[in-house]
T-cell receptor
Framework: GENVEQHPSTLSVQEGDSAVIKCTYSDSASNYFPWYKQELGKRPQLIIDIRSNVGEKKDQRIAVTLNKTAKHFSLHITETQPEDSAVYFCAACHSGNTPLVFGKGTRLSVIA | EAQVTQNPRYLITVTGKKLTVTCSQNMNHEYMSWYRQDPGLGLRQIYYSMNVEVTDKGDVPEGYKVSRKEKRNFPLILESPSPNQTSLYFC????????????????FGAGTRLSVL
């Protein structure tokens, strides 16, 4: 089955700097890669996703890149703000066939 | 309002006392799932259900049961809870596209924090 590794487990950045979180997956059949943000005491919420037919997707200050050959994908947050502080989870699956498999999460702290 | 509702939100119980955590969604989603979240371990899937009367084990099913008698409800049952089941539990649901393909975007409930003494 699918296995998703996520790094780093914790990340601290200064406000205004960029943050990058990286994930690798094991199943070459996986074709859907979402990212979830979980604020303290709240539920995970989808912030961005990418499918295997594209290499990059952007939504304002966040972007996700996918390298199918290397089987890794990354979340990029630019101009970080204190409200970006949260735990971020990557996930992977073969859309339509298999459940999502989550990484262990990255705790991002943005220091004002 | 479209939502996934879990109850209770907080529960303290003792070892061996059967309990049920309910999950209900009002979005007519076919797919429902239970996760547990533990520090450093992320979200681990306990059980999932692709549709009514169809359930499958996730990564950590031991000690748990589920049922899916109706589309909207997916209760999580702990027949004999143990302290290692102390955790934060999330229920989630996902829709299918008109063509029947699972969309995989998960809508999470607010979570149930369970302590087993």
């Amino acid at each position: 089955g699918e296995n998703v590794e996520q790094h780093p487990s914790t990340l601290s950045v200064q406000e205004g700097d960029s943050a990058v979180i990286k994930c690798t997956y094991s199943d070459s059949a996986s074709n859907y890669f979402p990212w979830y943000k979980q604020e303290l005491g709240k539920r995970p919420q989808l912030i961005i996703d990418i499918r295997s037919n594209v290499g990059e997707k952007k939504d304002q200050r966040i972007a996700v890149t996918l390298n199918k050959t290397a089987k890794h994908f990354s979340l990029h947050i630019t101009e970080t703000q204190p409200e970006d502080s949260a735990v971020y989870f990557c996930a992977a699956c073969h859309s339509g066939n298999t459940p999502l498999v989550f990484g262990k999460g990255t705790r991002l702290s943005v220091i004002a | 309002e479209a939502q996934v509702t879990q109850n209770p939100r907080y529960l303290i119980t003792v070892t061996g006392k059967k309990l049920t955590v309910t999950c209900s969604q009002n979005m007519n989603h076919e797919y429902m799932s239970w996760y547990r979240q533990d520090p450093g371990l992320g979200l681990r899937q306990i059980y999932y259900s692709m549709n009514v009367e169809v359930t499958d084990k996730g990564d950590v099913p031991e000690g748990y049961k589920v049922s899916r008698k109706e589309k909207r409800n997916f209760p999580l049952i702990l027949e004999s809870p143990s302290p290692n089941q102390t955790s934060l539990y999330f229920c989630a649901s996902s829709p299918r596209s008109p063509s029947g393909v699972l969309k995989n975007i998960q809508y999470f409930g607010a979570g149930t924090r369970l302590s087993v003494l």
